[in-house]
């Protein structure tokens, strides 16, 4: 257990759809990463927050948005979906202190299985 | 970041030493190596990282070239929950500032 959750497990939607994935990362633990992992595509990285703050982004399409809240969960939204965007996401943690040397070990959560039908 | 190389599969037997090459001939002098593994459909997992010293944990072993350009992950004694996809990745360590590209990596088969 890596101490990261995400909720919920399974997805089942429709294209056109919005939904929402939720992370709470480890205790402590200052950085939130998202990635998507599909059979063609590998894991790919889509976007970081650092203590609320958007910190890094990847290959996010636009109709993908993020943010993480005070108390440092983060929310990934997904919207006008497609069939394509049925995937494996997963949201890591890390202390990321910046200006502390961190050493990129990031916690990753079980993933959330999104079906896109 | 810099570009790595592994081999697509690998199979071990169980009990022996599992070696997993990676290529990474374009790293910077800053850039750290570092190993996940990921066990079918799970998040993936952090196993070790260096810089230029060869390195231990309770996991593995991580033995980095003289000249940078290559490693070699080294599982002790495989077991079967040791099959998975292994990932070697460089990148600066800053983790505010830089991020993770995985690549394909190596899948590694441990048999009985």
């Known amino acids: 257990d890596s101490g990261v959750t995400q909720t919920p497990k399974h997805l089942i939607t429709a294209t056109g759809q919005r939904v929402t994935l939720r992370c709470s990362p480890r205790?402590?633990?200052?950085?939130v990463y998202w990635y998507q992992q599909s059979l063609d595509q590998g894991l790919q990285f889509l976007i970081q927050?650092?203590?609320?703050?958007?910190?890094a982004k990847g290959n996010i399409l636009e109709r993908f948005s993020a943010q993480q809240f005070p108390d440092l969960h983060s929310e990934l939204n997904l919207s006008s979906l497609e069939l394509g965007d049925s995937a494996l996401y997963f949201c890591?943690?890390?202390?990321?202190?910046?200006?502390?040397?961190?050493?990129?070990?990031?916690?990753f959560g079980p993933g959330t299985r999104l079906t896109v039908l | 970041d810099a570009k790595t190389t592994q081999p697509p599969s690998m199979d071990c037997a169980e009990g022996r030493a599992a070696n997993l090459p990676c290529n990474h001939s374009?790293?910077?002098?800053?850039?750290?190596v570092y190993w996940y593994r990921q066990i079918h459909s799970q998040g993936p997992q952090y196993i070790i990282h260096?810089?230029?010293n060869n390195e231990t944990n309770e996991m593995a072993s991580l033995i980095i070239t003289e000249d940078r350009k290559s490693s070699t992950l080294i599982l002790p004694h495989a077991t079967l929950r040791d099959t998975a996809v292994y990932y070697c990745?460089?990148?600066?360590?800053?983790?505010?500032?830089?991020?993770?590209?995985f690549g394909k990596g190596t899948m590694l088969l441990v048999s009985p």
């Open positions: 890591a943690s890390s202390l990321g202190l910046a200006g502390v040397y961190s050493y990129n070990e990031q916690f």
């Open positions: 205790s402590g633990d200052l950085s």
């Open positions: 927050y650092y203590n609320g703050e958007e910190r």
């Open positions: 374009t790293i910077s002098g800053n850039e750290y």
């Open positions: 260096g810089l230029k």
């Open positions: 990745i460089v990148s600066f360590p800053f983790s505010g500032y830089s991020t993770l590209t």
